[in-house]
């Protein structure tokens, strides 16, 4: 029986698998990757890799085996039909009986368009019989702070979000969530709604952002469609960049606050504050 993770190279799935390989026999791991080459580096250290695509049903096809436990990490591609990539892994788990299939999900309370996606995998994941832990995952540090060239060059933090709050995470937070469910007992069929311990604005993140880099950074507030006029002028395709300024939309509305103190209970710590993630990108 193996632990499996789809998306083992992507950022999240990363994280993932390195905090499995401290509690359990690599050789217990399987990595689902689209190119074997990206996991060359997890075939080092043991990790199984099992090449397949959410896109080619026929790859999943004998990529489960009874009593496994598997996460689907959530497809990347919001371009394409989500839900079809996540249900052919659904598929694929039922016909060989998983013992637990666990899936990245978005908070319950988001009503942005990038939440439709999840909520309608959520449903062929219920009807398909199979075991599951939602993991709802909120917003993570990492969406702002990977991309602060813009913001330093400008000296501003541009969003749509008014006076709204966020309860973000480090991926590092939600992966650990994951490798939770995945090597313990009693998550089946269990929701979680994940988010950081505190909740905070744009207002004080560009305060943070002053605070550490020494320099005076502005929060900008903008209009939805301004925000996406923006992200389409920096080279995102339009419908992208309409969904992800519909969240900031979500987040005017108090939408990606999680009060549930479900992750730091499940990893049974605090989780990363923002000022820490601020710290780790201003170092790269």
Same mark, same amino acid.
């Given at each position: 029986?193996?632990?499996? /993770?789809?998306?083992?190279?992507?950022?999240?799935? %990363?994280?993932?698998?390195?905090? =499995?390989?401290?509690?359990?026999?690599?050789?217990?791991?399987?990595?689902?990757?689209?190119?074997?080459?990206?996991?060359?580096?997890?075939?080092? %250290?043991?990790?199984?890799?099992? /090449?397949?695509?959410?896109?080619?049903?026929?790859?999943?096809?004998?990529?489960?085996?009874?009593?496994?436990?598997?996460?689907?990490?959530?497809?990347?591609?919001?371009?394409?039909?989500?839900?079809?990539?996540?249900?052919?892994?659904?598929?694929?788990?039922?016909?060989?009986?998983?013992?637990?299939?666990?899936?990245?999900?978005?908070?319950?309370?988001?009503?942005?368009?990038?939440?439709? +996606?999840? $909520?309608?995998?959520?449903?062929?994941?219920?009807?398909?019989?199979?075991?599951?832990?939602?993991? %709802?995952?909120?917003?993570?540090?990492?969406?702002?702070?990977?991309?602060?060239?813009?913001?330093?060059?400008?000296?501003?933090?541009?969003?749509?979000?008014?006076?709204?709050? /966020?309860?973000?995470?480090? %991926?590092?937070?939600?992966?650990?969530?994951?490798?939770? /469910?995945?090597?313990?007992?009693?998550?089946?069929?269990?929701?979680?709604?994940?988010?950081? +311990?505190?909740?905070?604005?744009?207002?004080?993140?560009?305060?943070?952002?002053? $605070?550490?880099?020494? $320099?005076?950074?502005?929060?900008?507030?903008?209009?939805?469609? +301004? =925000?996406?006029?923006?992200?389409?002028?920096?080279?995102?395709?339009?419908?992208?960049?309409?969904?992800?300024?519909?969240?900031?939309?979500?987040?005017?509305?108090?939408?990606?606050?999680?009060?549930?103190?479900?992750?730091?209970?499940?990893?049974? $710590?605090?989780?990363?504050?923002?000022?820490?993630?601020?710290?780790?990108?201003?170092?790269?």
């Amino acid at each position: 029986m193996s632990i499996v /993770v789809t998306g083992a190279t992507g950022h999240l799935g %990363r994280h993932v698998v390195a905090q =499995l390989l401290e509690k359990v026999p690599a050789e217990r791991i399987t990595a689902v990757v689209r190119d074997a080459a990206k996991g060359a580096d997890l075939a080092a %250290r043991g990790v199984r890799l099992a /090449v397949a695509d959410y896109n080619a049903p026929e790859t999943l096809d004998g990529l489960f085996a009874a009593g496994d436990k598997v996460l689907l990490i959530s497809g990347s591609e919001v371009d394409k039909d989500r839900v079809a990539q996540h249900t052919a892994v659904i598929d694929a788990a039922k016909a060989a009986g998983v013992a637990l299939l666990a899936y990245t999900s978005a908070p319950g309370t988001l009503t942005a368009a990038l939440a439709d +996606d999840h $909520r309608a995998t959520e449903q062929v994941l219920r009807a398909s019989g199979l075991p599951y832990t939602l993991l %709802r995952n909120g917003w993570y540090h990492e969406n702002y702070t990977e991309h602060l060239a813009p913001v330093l060059e400008h000296g501003a933090v541009v969003q749509a979000a008014g006076d709204g709050r /966020v309860s973000s995470a480090a %991926r590092a937070d939600y992966a650990a969530a994951a490798v939770a /469910v995945l090597t313990g007992e009693g998550h089946e069929n269990a929701t979680y709604e994940l988010g950081g +311990d505190e909740a905070w604005s744009f207002a004080e993140y560009a305060a943070e952002l002053s $605070r550490q880099t020494g $320099r005076e950074i502005a929060y900008r507030q903008v209009s939805v469609a +301004d =925000l996406t006029g923006i992200l389409t002028g920096a080279g995102l395709p339009a419908p992208l960049a309409g969904i992800l300024a519909g969240v900031d939309a979500s987040i005017a509305e108090g939408e990606l606050v999680v009060s549930s103190g479900d992750l730091s209970r499940l990893i049974g $710590r605090p989780t990363t504050p923002l000022a820490e993630a601020v710290t780790a990108a201003l170092k790269n």
